[in-house]
């Protein structure tokens, strides 16, 4: 886990570094209003896109064998195009609303975003780590680079939108996983399909949901405050969570398949692996958090200039939602390894009303600065539970559907 993790965390450390540094220039090629635009964009599109495969993609590394992971990719793929045909029929509604070209990136950056998850569980279920740290540096790196091109050209919103598209289908065409259009005679579509229904039945709506909380966080503020505020908001999260998108990615794609080895339910090995975890992002969050609530708004303002500055005071106030964020960045994956998704999807709807809730009452006392305090105070009970939980789970010799005092 170790070696994986190491390459995983080599290729995403460059694939991280490429956007921030761009990102000072980024901030000055584009205004707070274009990059508010863009955000809300990439946040609808993720949302789609996150459960246009129906998340049979991350039942690939639990296959028994290479002719059940082959059906799943073959379900995936097609659940994919489907989805991505709608999206493409509403973005082209919403450049019609918008009186603008731009949204016509939809149908196609859910299809890309689409392909590279599923190519991206493939690979993890080969254990094709150094592929995999590749194709990150391909898709982040290359995104940032792009919009820093388009950028030159002044081309505004589009640029934005477009550019991380075409980084996403340059990375699922590396990644390219042979595609299987015709399923096999066993085992069927039908008997995998049921077979893994979990992943759509519970966790589709918990993916959903989670990614749901980012759109409705930019459309309050940009329906309350103004399409700048959002500029603020995605800006602050996009560098604030990147570390949780470099180290949580690259420990949940080694510890998923590490997990899924002991079969379904917690079992001792398993669980002293995810304490392990949860200590060591804790170790690695808490100065991060210092230092974020000390000189966050120095550092935004040196970095952006000063049309920033209000991200740098939502970045101190979100600094402890941001340190619990990474933390919990790779645990996502226990809970689909130890066969408790009912539990973790019921879980994450409390919460997604919880972060809304204090968002809008935030929003509501003390604008944008307030959304981030209010949203950092009410997310620290929420996340306490979830790492208790986690580290006290049962350890039984059946699948656990029930956090520890309920099992």
């Known amino acids: 886990m170790l070696r994986a993790t190491a390459t995983l965390l080599a290729g995403g450390a460059l694939a991280q570094a490429l956007p921030l540094l761009l990102g000072p220039l980024l901030t000055r090629q584009y205004t707070p209003q274009d990059f508010g635009l863009y955000h809300l964009f990439a946040a609808v599109a993720t949302n789609i896109a996150v459960v246009a495969c129906g998340r049979y993609e991350f039942a690939l590394p639990l296959?028994?064998?290479?002719?059940?992971?082959?059906?799943?990719?073959?379900?995936?793929?097609?659940?994919?195009?489907?989805?991505?045909t709608l999206a493409l029929l509403g973005g082209m509604g919403w450049?019609?609303?918008?009186?603008?070209?731009?949204?016509?990136?939809?149908?196609?950056?859910?299809?890309?975003?689409?392909?590279?998850?599923?190519?991206?569980?493939?690979?993890?279920?080969?254990?094709?780590?150094?592929r995999l740290a590749i194709a990150?540096?391909?898709?982040?790196?290359?995104?940032?680079?792009?919009?820093a091109l388009a950028g030159v050209w002044q081309i505004g919103v589009a640029g934005l939108v477009w550019a991380p598209v075409a980084a996403a289908l340059a990375t699922a065409a590396w990644l390219r996983?042979?595609?299987?259009?015709?399923?096999?005679?066993?085992?069927?579509?039908?008997?995998?399909?049921?077979?893994?229904?979990?992943?759509?039945?519970?966790n589709t709506p918990h993916a959903f949901a989670g990614a749901l909380q980012d759109t409705l966080a930019l459309a309050v503020l940009a329906a309350v405050i103004g399409a700048a505020a959002a500029g603020f908001w995605g800006l602050a999260l996009r560098y604030l969570k990147a570390p949780a998108?470099?180290?949580?990615?690259?420990?949940?794609?080694?510890?998923?398949?590490?997990?899924?080895?002991?079969?379904?339910?917690?079992?001792?090995?398993?669980?002293?692996?995810?304490?392990?975890?949860?200590?060591?992002?804790?170790?690695?969050?808490?100065?991060?958090?210092a230092l974020l609530m000390w000189l966050g708004p120095m550092l935004f303002t040196a970095l952006f200039g000063n049309a920033w500055a209000e991200a740098g005071g939502l970045a101190r106030a979100l600094a402890l939602y941001i340190g619990l964020h990474f933390i919990a960045s790779p645990l996502a994956v226990v809970t689909m390894a130890w066969g408790a998704q009912a539990w973790a999807?019921?879980?994450?709807?409390?919460?997604?009303?919880?972060?809304?809730?204090?968002?809008?009452?935030?929003?509501?006392?003390?604008?944008?600065?307030?959304?981030g305090w209010a949203v950092s105070?009410?997310?620290?009970?929420?996340?306490?539970?979830?790492?208790?939980?986690?580290?006290?789970?049962?350890?039984?010799?059946?699948?656990?559907?029930?956090?520890p005092g309920n099992a």
């Open 63 to 84: 296959a028994t064998d290479d002719a059940e992971a082959d059906v799943l990719r073959t379900l995936a793929w097609r659940l994919c195009l489907g989805v991505a």
């Open 95 to 130: 450049a019609l609303w918008q009186a603008a070209p731009w949204p016509v990136a939809l149908g196609p950056a859910v299809l890309a975003l689409g392909a590279v998850s599923l190519a991206t569980l493939w690979a993890t279920r080969a254990r094709a780590f150094r």
């Open 245 to 289: 998108t470099l180290v949580g990615g690259a420990v949940s794609q080694a510890l998923y398949p590490q997990l899924a080895q002991h079969g379904p339910g917690a079992t001792v090995a398993s669980r002293a692996a995810v304490r392990r975890v949860l200590l060591a992002m804790a170790a690695i969050a808490l100065p991060f958090v």
């Open 377 to 403: 105070v009410a997310m620290a009970g929420y996340f306490g539970f979830y790492f208790v939980a986690l580290a006290c789970w049962p350890v039984s010799s059946t699948t656990p559907t029930q956090p």
């Open 345 to 371: 999807l019921k879980l994450a709807l409390v919460g997604q009303v919880v972060f809304v809730a204090a968002l809008a009452l935030g929003v509501h006392l003390g604008g944008l600065a307030g959304a």
């Open 177 to 202: 996983p042979p595609l299987n259009l015709r399923a096999p005679q066993r085992p069927t579509l039908r008997d995998v399909a049921k077979r893994h229904r979990d992943f759509p039945l519970l």
């Open 136 to 147: 990150r540096v391909l898709q982040h790196g290359g995104g940032a680079a792009l919009q």
